[in-house]
Protein backbone atom coordinates (compact mmCIF):
# COMPACT_ATOMS: atom_id res chain seq x y z
CA UNK A 1 0.00 0.00 0.00
CA UNK A 2 4.04 -0.30 -0.96
CA UNK A 3 6.99 1.50 1.64
CA UNK A 4 7.06 4.79 2.63
CA UNK A 5 9.20 6.96 4.88
CA UNK A 6 8.44 10.62 6.29
CA UNK A 7 9.88 13.75 4.01
CA UNK A 8 10.17 13.23 0.53
CA UNK A 9 8.42 10.67 0.61
CA UNK A 10 5.91 10.80 4.20
CA UNK A 11 4.72 7.47 2.80
CA UNK A 12 5.86 5.38 0.50
CA UNK A 13 3.99 1.50 -0.13
CA UNK A 14 6.00 -1.94 -0.70
CA UNK A 15 7.11 -2.26 -4.09
CA UNK A 16 4.69 -5.18 -4.94
CA UNK A 17 2.03 -4.75 -2.95
CA UNK A 18 0.27 -4.60 0.63
CA UNK A 19 1.01 -6.73 3.10
CA UNK A 20 0.03 -7.96 6.27
CA UNK A 21 0.11 -6.15 9.82
CA UNK A 22 -0.01 -6.97 13.60
CA UNK A 23 -0.64 -5.16 16.89
CA UNK A 24 0.08 -4.47 20.54
CA UNK A 25 -2.42 -2.38 21.49
CA UNK A 26 -2.80 -1.52 25.18
CA UNK A 27 -6.04 -1.85 25.59
CA UNK A 28 -8.48 -4.59 27.82
CA UNK A 29 -8.67 -7.84 26.11
CA UNK A 30 -12.41 -7.75 26.45
CA UNK A 31 -12.50 -4.07 24.68
CA UNK A 32 -9.71 -4.95 21.81
CA UNK A 33 -11.58 -8.54 20.68
CA UNK A 34 -15.02 -6.33 20.84
CA UNK A 35 -13.65 -4.03 18.22
CA UNK A 36 -10.81 -4.86 16.27
CA UNK A 37 -10.46 -8.87 16.23
CA UNK A 38 -6.80 -10.03 16.75
CA UNK A 39 -6.54 -12.68 14.76
CA UNK A 40 -4.89 -15.13 12.40
CA UNK A 41 -4.01 -13.77 9.16
CA UNK A 42 -5.49 -16.75 7.37
CA UNK A 43 -8.89 -16.32 9.22
CA UNK A 44 -8.65 -12.44 8.12
CA UNK A 45 -8.55 -13.62 4.37
CA UNK A 46 -11.61 -15.83 4.55
CA UNK A 47 -13.40 -13.80 6.73
CA UNK A 48 -13.65 -10.72 5.92
CA UNK A 49 -14.14 -9.16 2.15
CA UNK A 50 -11.64 -8.00 -0.48
CA UNK A 51 -10.04 -4.68 0.47
CA UNK A 52 -10.55 -5.04 3.87
CA UNK A 53 -7.91 -3.41 6.47
CA UNK A 54 -6.06 -4.56 9.26
CA UNK A 55 -3.34 -3.17 11.41
CA UNK A 56 -0.03 -4.15 12.56
CA UNK A 57 1.32 -2.90 15.50
CA UNK A 58 5.18 -4.37 16.45
CA UNK A 59 7.09 -3.84 13.23
CA UNK A 60 9.10 -1.78 11.52
CA UNK A 61 10.29 -3.02 8.27
CA UNK A 62 8.58 -5.52 5.40
CA UNK A 63 10.07 -8.61 5.78
CA UNK A 64 8.64 -8.57 9.84
CA UNK A 65 5.01 -7.17 8.90
CA UNK A 66 4.70 -9.78 6.04
CA UNK A 67 5.95 -12.78 8.76
CA UNK A 68 3.55 -11.61 11.40
CA UNK A 69 0.93 -14.80 11.08
CA UNK A 70 -1.78 -12.54 14.05
CA UNK A 71 -3.40 -9.73 12.81
CA UNK A 72 -6.03 -7.15 14.20
CA UNK A 73 -9.34 -7.02 11.80
CA UNK A 74 -10.74 -3.35 11.35
CA UNK A 75 -12.61 -4.41 9.21
CA UNK A 76 -15.91 -4.50 11.78
CA UNK A 77 -16.22 -0.50 12.39
CA UNK A 78 -15.82 2.21 10.16
CA UNK A 79 -13.72 4.49 13.10
CA UNK A 80 -10.65 2.69 15.32
CA UNK A 81 -9.11 4.57 18.25
CA UNK A 82 -5.09 3.51 18.01
CA UNK A 83 -2.13 4.02 20.50
CA UNK A 84 0.49 6.71 19.61
CA UNK A 85 3.06 5.37 17.35
CA UNK A 86 6.05 6.18 15.20
CA UNK A 87 4.27 4.08 12.33
CA UNK A 88 1.55 2.86 11.83
CA UNK A 89 1.74 -0.65 8.99
CA UNK A 90 -1.75 -2.15 7.54
CA UNK A 91 -2.47 -5.11 5.73
CA UNK A 92 -5.11 -5.33 2.76
CA UNK A 93 -7.01 -8.99 2.27
CA UNK A 94 -5.64 -9.39 -1.55
CA UNK A 95 -7.00 -12.98 -1.42
CA UNK A 96 -10.05 -14.63 -3.33
CA UNK A 97 -9.94 -12.37 -6.40
CA UNK A 98 -11.25 -13.14 -9.43
CA UNK A 99 -8.96 -15.17 -11.78
CA UNK A 100 -10.25 -13.04 -14.93
CA UNK A 101 -8.80 -9.80 -13.56
CA UNK A 102 -4.87 -11.25 -14.13
CA UNK A 103 -3.69 -8.02 -12.65
CA UNK A 104 -5.48 -5.47 -10.60
CA UNK A 105 -4.69 -2.42 -8.59
CA UNK A 106 -5.78 -0.43 -5.08
CA UNK A 107 -6.20 3.36 -5.24
CA UNK A 108 -5.88 4.68 -1.63
CA UNK A 109 -6.29 8.12 -0.09
CA UNK A 110 -5.36 8.85 3.47
CA UNK A 111 -6.00 11.96 4.79
CA UNK A 112 -4.23 13.13 8.08
CA UNK A 113 -4.99 15.99 10.33
CA UNK A 114 -2.91 17.20 13.06
CA UNK A 115 -3.24 16.00 17.31
CA UNK A 116 -2.34 19.77 17.93
CA UNK A 117 -3.31 23.36 15.45
CA UNK A 118 0.58 23.63 13.10
CA UNK A 119 1.53 26.14 10.45
CA UNK A 120 3.71 23.21 8.67
CA UNK A 121 2.00 20.63 6.31
CA UNK A 122 3.43 18.33 3.82
CA UNK A 123 1.27 18.58 1.51
CA UNK A 124 0.25 16.14 -1.38
CA UNK A 125 2.26 13.01 -1.32
CA UNK A 126 1.86 10.19 -4.24
CA UNK A 127 2.44 7.06 -4.44
CA UNK A 128 2.57 4.28 -8.04
CA UNK A 129 4.29 1.28 -7.64
CA UNK A 130 6.48 0.52 -10.60
CA UNK A 131 4.63 -1.37 -13.88
CA UNK A 132 2.32 0.91 -15.04
CA UNK A 133 1.89 1.98 -18.21
CA UNK A 134 1.71 4.81 -20.65
CA UNK A 135 -1.13 4.92 -23.05
CA UNK A 136 1.24 4.23 -25.40
CA UNK A 137 2.55 1.10 -23.84
CA UNK A 138 5.67 2.74 -22.15
CA UNK A 139 6.52 0.89 -18.62
CA UNK A 140 6.70 3.94 -15.68
CA UNK A 141 8.98 3.45 -12.88
CA UNK A 142 8.26 3.84 -9.02
CA UNK A 143 6.68 7.00 -8.19
CA UNK A 144 7.04 8.51 -5.00
CA UNK A 145 7.16 11.66 -3.02
CA UNK A 146 5.98 14.70 -2.22
CA UNK A 147 4.65 17.07 -4.67
CA UNK A 148 4.25 20.69 -5.53
CA UNK A 149 0.76 21.00 -6.52
CA UNK A 150 -1.96 21.72 -3.77
CA UNK A 151 -4.16 19.37 -1.92
CA UNK A 152 -7.30 21.66 -2.50
CA UNK A 153 -6.33 21.64 -6.40
CA UNK A 154 -5.30 17.47 -6.76
CA UNK A 155 -8.51 16.94 -5.28
CA UNK A 156 -11.10 19.47 -7.51
CA UNK A 157 -9.08 18.64 -10.71
CA UNK A 158 -10.26 14.52 -9.72
CA UNK A 159 -13.55 15.91 -8.87
CA UNK A 160 -16.15 16.14 -11.91
CA UNK A 161 -18.83 18.14 -10.23
CA UNK A 162 -16.20 21.11 -9.78
CA UNK A 163 -15.12 20.79 -13.36
CA UNK A 164 -16.21 24.49 -14.38
CA UNK A 165 -17.21 23.15 -17.66
CA UNK A 166 -13.77 21.67 -18.37
CA UNK A 167 -13.52 18.01 -20.06
CA UNK A 168 -12.18 15.28 -18.29
CA UNK A 169 -9.18 15.31 -20.33
CA UNK A 170 -8.45 19.21 -20.06
CA UNK A 171 -8.94 18.17 -16.64
CA UNK A 172 -6.38 15.25 -16.96
CA UNK A 173 -3.90 17.36 -18.95
CA UNK A 174 -3.92 20.11 -16.39
CA UNK A 175 -3.70 17.25 -13.59
CA UNK A 176 -0.33 16.13 -15.24
CA UNK A 177 0.98 19.78 -15.84
CA UNK A 178 0.75 20.70 -12.17
CA UNK A 179 1.92 17.67 -10.29
CA UNK A 180 5.16 17.97 -13.48
CA UNK A 181 4.78 14.34 -14.79
CA UNK A 182 2.02 11.70 -15.04
CA UNK A 183 0.24 9.73 -11.91
CA UNK A 184 -2.52 8.23 -13.48
CA UNK A 185 -1.62 5.21 -15.48
CA UNK A 186 -2.59 1.99 -17.27
CA UNK A 187 -2.54 -1.35 -15.14
CA UNK A 188 -1.96 -3.34 -17.60
CA UNK A 189 -2.24 -3.33 -21.59
CA UNK A 190 -5.79 -4.46 -21.51
CA UNK A 191 -7.42 -2.48 -18.89
CA UNK A 192 -8.66 1.09 -18.79
CA UNK A 193 -6.21 4.42 -17.05
CA UNK A 194 -6.73 4.58 -13.13
CA UNK A 195 -7.96 7.84 -14.64
CA UNK A 196 -11.51 6.34 -15.42
CA UNK A 197 -12.18 5.28 -11.73
CA UNK A 198 -10.79 8.81 -9.78
CA UNK A 199 -13.65 8.87 -7.98
CA UNK A 200 -11.55 8.12 -4.68
CA UNK A 201 -9.29 10.97 -5.33
CA UNK A 202 -12.13 13.26 -6.02
CA UNK A 203 -13.57 13.08 -2.42
CA UNK A 204 -14.08 16.28 -1.25
CA UNK A 205 -14.36 15.24 2.75
CA UNK A 206 -12.11 16.28 5.21
CA UNK A 207 -10.56 18.49 2.41
CA UNK A 208 -12.25 22.25 3.95
CA UNK A 209 -11.81 25.00 1.86
CA UNK A 210 -11.79 27.24 4.78
CA UNK A 211 -8.97 25.17 6.22
CA UNK A 212 -5.17 25.10 5.58
CA UNK A 213 -3.92 21.66 3.83
CA UNK A 214 -4.04 18.64 5.95
CA UNK A 215 -1.21 17.24 7.82
CA UNK A 216 -0.97 15.15 4.52
CA UNK A 217 -2.94 14.19 1.61
CA UNK A 218 -1.38 10.54 0.53
CA UNK A 219 -2.51 8.92 -2.40
CA UNK A 220 -1.18 5.99 -3.73
CA UNK A 221 -1.87 3.71 -6.46
CA UNK A 222 -0.27 -0.30 -6.57
CA UNK A 223 -1.01 -2.90 -9.34
CA UNK A 224 -0.43 -6.53 -8.36
CA UNK A 225 -0.72 -9.73 -10.04
CA UNK A 226 -4.29 -11.87 -8.78
CA UNK A 227 -2.42 -14.76 -8.57
CA UNK A 228 0.90 -12.96 -6.17
CA UNK A 229 0.00 -14.59 -2.58
CA UNK A 230 2.69 -12.14 -1.35
CA UNK A 231 1.07 -10.07 1.56
CA UNK A 232 -0.17 -6.58 0.77
CA UNK A 233 1.19 -4.02 3.18
CA UNK A 234 1.71 -0.63 3.66
CA UNK A 235 2.90 1.87 6.06
CA UNK A 236 1.94 5.88 7.77
CA UNK A 237 4.65 7.24 9.33
CA UNK A 238 3.21 9.83 12.74
CA UNK A 239 4.61 13.30 12.16
CA UNK A 240 2.11 14.26 15.03
CA UNK A 241 -1.22 12.98 13.39
CA UNK A 242 -4.60 13.46 15.38
CA UNK A 243 -6.87 11.64 12.92
CA UNK A 244 -6.43 9.84 9.66
CA UNK A 245 -9.09 8.99 7.43
CA UNK A 246 -8.10 5.83 4.96
CA UNK A 247 -10.35 5.25 1.78
CA UNK A 248 -9.47 2.17 -0.29
CA UNK A 249 -10.95 1.78 -3.60
CA UNK A 250 -10.84 -1.83 -5.60
CA UNK A 251 -14.05 -0.71 -8.14
CA UNK A 252 -11.24 -1.95 -10.42
CA UNK A 253 -11.86 -5.13 -9.44
CA UNK A 254 -15.61 -5.26 -8.47
CA UNK A 255 -15.09 -4.24 -4.54
CA UNK A 256 -16.37 -0.25 -3.56
CA UNK A 257 -14.59 2.14 -1.67
CA UNK A 258 -13.89 0.96 1.88
CA UNK A 259 -13.87 3.82 4.31
CA UNK A 260 -11.87 4.19 7.73
CA UNK A 261 -11.49 6.65 10.62
CA UNK A 262 -8.38 6.09 12.60
CA UNK A 263 -7.68 8.76 15.63
CA UNK A 264 -4.70 8.42 17.62
CA UNK A 265 -5.37 8.48 21.50
CA UNK A 266 -8.89 10.17 20.43
CA UNK A 267 -12.22 8.21 21.30
CA UNK A 268 -14.34 8.00 18.32
CA UNK A 269 -17.66 9.74 18.25
Same mark, same amino acid.
Given at each position: ?? /? ?10 ? /? ?17 ? #? ?5 ? /? ?24 ? /? ?122 ? #? ?78
Amino acid at each position: MI /RWILLGALLRPE /RQIFAACIFSLVLPAAAAS #QERPYVH /RGLFYSGTSHGALAWVDGVNSFDTAR /RRLFVYDLSASKCHTLPHRSQYWFLVNNRGINDAASIGYFAVRAVARPAKARDASYGLILYRNAGWLTSSGATLPELSGANRLSVKQFVQLHDDAADAGKTADDRLEQLNAGLGGTFHALVARD #QPSSWSRRSVFALQKNIDELEPDPLFYWASLTRFAASDQTPMVFYLNNPGIGTMRISLDGSNLGFPMQPTELRIGQPCP
